[in-house]
């Protein structure tokens, strides 16, 4: 009974004599560490929102200034030109704190000083907001860096500060440009001349400059003043519960199922093993993750910088955890709270909810991995329509909000969701077991399938993540799309396996170190009351996920010949190469191009998230057509290729600096929509299917480790369902120097896609390109 002793803090029984009253003491202490634990919280939000206001000054800046000021009036020098004066004379006179000369002569010069240190804080900030809206360094040749870069660099290093915090550098941002609308129209035009007959061409162009010339004007001129009040013209969050343009009309207003369509799954590390022991592994990530999040609520993560030098907006971090999307009949929510002290767990049909803390230190990953045991141990079996419930977020969105009303406002089945949702994440705890074996090459995409859907009612969807731990300790992600971005996720991942692999460890047997603390109260069952039409409805939405995971093909593979190191032999860049290749293979696979989506950053803005990269350019057509005809000498196609590499990352630093076309097109469709315009241009662009759409997985966010001393400490990057029907979803990583991991989706319901298919056709023309330049190739 000691454990349940210490989940309440008294407990008492109506007697004949009386109320007896039974105190429990470390149930007491734990409140009271708890709240003292908030205080913390509360007072270190306070202090970073101090130093964060007045980066990149601070309080020892402030006291320099106070005490040079204070040491020229000494010396009879006045600096302020008679402003403490001035200010000495508008103090109030009498008795009180202002009798005394000299306190009233400390108290201006304390206020002209932190006038003064406010003034030159607001004007390094300025200054530095204008140094980093100058993009000029990124469309220098690698090695060619001009005398005016290198000088700007100095400077914004020397306006950077010392150590800043995680949102120091976000008032210092420049806000996302608009583009005009001239230069947006010529460089959609440009994008799909290739793909269009001379026909089609001449029609989109016609709509194009009709759009141009009537229509355009009126929404560009509602979208710059937009742009004035709002941080961001695309993305202004300036409430928490009004979001923006592009989270709500792309994301939170789908009804279309989160699985597979809109959530994407990242994998574990997967050449190197740590522990099979599941419960283990999770007690030293679930422990990470929580060290992280500490680190994230005080801001001591060290922003994102640009080639060390510039930094990159980290709002998105703000929603990692403690965050759900909340299903609406209309549009969707995401509810983020400040804080949550337990994690929600799913076994073999059950639900839990387990606690992070013991009064208000975090359990040790021993502890946390009883827990998980516990759970995992407990051999009662699932409520009523408890097994499948999960089945909801995996459904449509409209029939999972409607059920959601109808049956789990009030009673228990509400008090189980709320823990649900209130929890700082999602574990799932699969009874299968999956791990990529080089061997079995089919291995690494059960794996990959595994994680994107699973049983379709075993990942909460709706959560900002999921953590998913399968029998033999492997792990992986599961993420929701509309509170951040992948490189997000992946910020967090890096941390999590990095300690995991480096600084907790485990013992011999594959258990966390240390000793566990038996008398902690045992994870909580949830409680369900589902009637039958309830369980009816989670039967339907089952039915609906099921069959779209069935209809799911991916196809996951290492690409091993070779990796970043050689490629760079090609003098040109990573990502160009593996786009281009993927150019050459789609018009292998499918006899022709299509428009192709590459998603790029534009987080160097205030709030900016991404942009599209039109890969599908004239340049790389030209390449895989003379490709294609097989009779071009080497020479040429050498020529071809360059060009077209470098007006891809010509097309991607435009995307990167805030030059792209697809948002700005996006937001004057939003406008026209408020304004009851209609527009046959804007309507057939936002219509057109991305029938490829890719997206390279970013790593080494974090410098965890020596990558040289640990090469073999990769994740395999992670993957996303197919946006078309008859398309393809491409996701890769280009894991360090020698190797590249390729995740590739489609459908079995379309007759002209197949993922493996693909696949081969990547890697061959992986190997053909690098052929043109004899690159030496590894054994594969």
Request: charged residues 20%; proline residues 5%.
């Amino acid at each position: 009974m000691a454990e349940a002793h210490q989940a309440v803090a008294f407990q008492f029984t109506v007697t004949p004599e009386g109320v007896d009253f039974r105190l429990s003491r470390e149930a007491l202490k734990h409140i009271y560490l708890s709240g003292i634990n908030s205080w913390k919280r509360r007072l270190i939000r306070i202090k970073n929102g101090i130093l964060r206001g007045v980066y990149p000054g601070s309080p020892t800046s402030w006291l320099v200034v106070v005490m040079t000021t204070l040491g020229s009036s000494y010396c009879n020098v006045d600096i302020s030109m008679g402003l403490i004066c001035f200010i000495q004379r508008w103090l109030p006179e009498g008795c009180g704190p202002y009798r005394a000369p000299q306190t009233r002569t400390l108290l201006s010069v304390a206020i002209f000083s932190t006038g003064v240190w406010m003034m030159g804080i607001l004007f390094f900030r300025q200054t530095l907001k204008l140094l980093l809206s100058y993009h000029g360094w990124m469309f220098e040749m690698h090695g060619q860096t001009s005398h005016f870069t290198k000088v700007w660099a100095m400077c914004v290093r020397l306006l950077s500060g010392r150590r800043p915090m995680l949102y120091s550098f976000q008032t210092s941002l420049p806000k996302l440009p608009v583009p005009s609308v001239s230069a947006t129209i010529h460089r959609y035009l440009e994008s799909v001349k290739h793909l269009l007959d001379d026909k089609e061409y001449y029609r989109m162009e016609t709509l194009a400059k009709e759009f141009q010339e009537k229509t355009a004007p009126r929404l560009q001129k509602y979208l710059v003043l937009k742009s004035w009040w709002a941080t961001n013209y695309l993305q202004p969050p300036t409430h928490p519960q009004v979001s923006d343009w592009w989270e709500e009309y792309v994301y939170l207003k789908g009804r279309t199922p989160l699985m597979v369509n809109s959530n994407y799954y990242v994998m574990d590390l997967v050449l190197v093993k740590n522990a099979d022991v599941q419960a283990a592994r999770l007690g030293n990530i679930v422990h990470a993750m929580i060290k992280y999040r500490h680190k994230l609520d005080r801001e001591e993560i060290k922003p994102v910088m640009v080639l060390g030098i510039v930094p990159m907006c980290s709002y998105q971090m703000e929603r990692m955890f403690n965050t759900t999307r909340i299903p609406g009949k209309d549009t969707d929510v995401l509810q983020h709270l400040t804080d949550s002290r337990h994690v929600a767990v799913y076994h073999k049909g059950r639900f839990f909810k387990l606690w992070l803390y013991e009064g208000s230190r975090l359990l040790r990953p021993r502890d946390l991995e009883m827990q998980f045991q516990r759970i995992l141990d407990d051999p009662s079996p699932p409520q009523p329509g408890e097994e499948k419930l999960a089945a909801l977020t995996a459904g449509g969105r409209a029939e999972w909000a409607q059920v959601r009303q109808a049956f789990f406002g009030s009673g228990k089945n509400k008090a189980a969701l709320d823990a649900i949702e209130r929890a700082a994440f999602f574990v799932a705890l699969d009874e299968e077991s999956h791990r990529y074996d080089p061997e079995d090459e089919a291995s690494l995409s059960l794996y990959g399938k595994a994680l994107l859907h699973g049983s379709c009612y075993n990942r909460w969807f709706d959560k900002s993540f999921t953590l998913i731990a399968f029998k033999n300790g492997q792990l992986g992600l599961n993420t929701e799309h509309a509170w951040a971005d992948a490189p997000i996720i992946g910020h967090l991942w890096e941390f999590v396996l990095g300690t995991d692999s480096f600084d907790l460890g485990y013992t011999e047997t594959g258990h966390c170190l240390g000793k566990p603390n038996p008398v902690l109260a045992p994870p909580q069952r949830l409680q369900w009351d589902i009637p039958e039409q309830c369980q009816a409805v989670i039967e339907s939405s089952y039915r609906v996920a099921k069959a779209l995971a069935d209809d799911v093909e991916l196809y996951c593979f290492q690409f091993l010949p070779f990796g970043k190191g050689l490629i760079k032999k090609c003098r040109t860049s990573p990502d160009a190469f593996v786009q281009i290749a993927l150019q050459l293979a789609h018009f292998r696979d499918r006899g022709r191009l299509c428009l192709t989506y590459e998603a790029s950053m534009t987080r160097m803005f205030r709030e900016g998230r991404t942009e599209t990269v039109r890969s599908c350019t004239c340049e790389s057509t030209a390449f895989v057509r003379a490709m294609a005809q097989g009779r071009h000498l080497k020479a040429d196609l050498q020529d071809l290729f360059r060009k077209a590499a470098e007006k891809h990352q010509n097309m991607y630093r435009l995307a990167m600096t805030g030059a792209g076309i697809d948002r700005h097109l996006f937001c004057l469709y939003v406008v026209s929509k408020y304004l009851g315009v209609k527009s046959p241009f804007l309507a057939e662009v936002l219509s057109e299917p991305w029938r490829l759409s890719t997206s390279q997985t970013a790593q080494f966010q974090i410098r965890m480790f020596d990558p040289n001393q640990y090469p073999n400490h990769l994740g395999a990057g992670g993957g996303f369902g197919p946006v078309a029907n008859d398309g393809y979803g491409v996701s890769y990583m280009i894991a360090g120097e020698n190797t590249i991991f390729f995740h590739v989706s489609s459908k079995f319901s379309s007759s002209e896609t197949n993922a493996q298919r693909f696949g081969n056709h990547i890697r061959q023309a992986l190997l053909d390109i690098a052929d043109l330049f004899q690159v030496p190739k590894a054994d594969s």
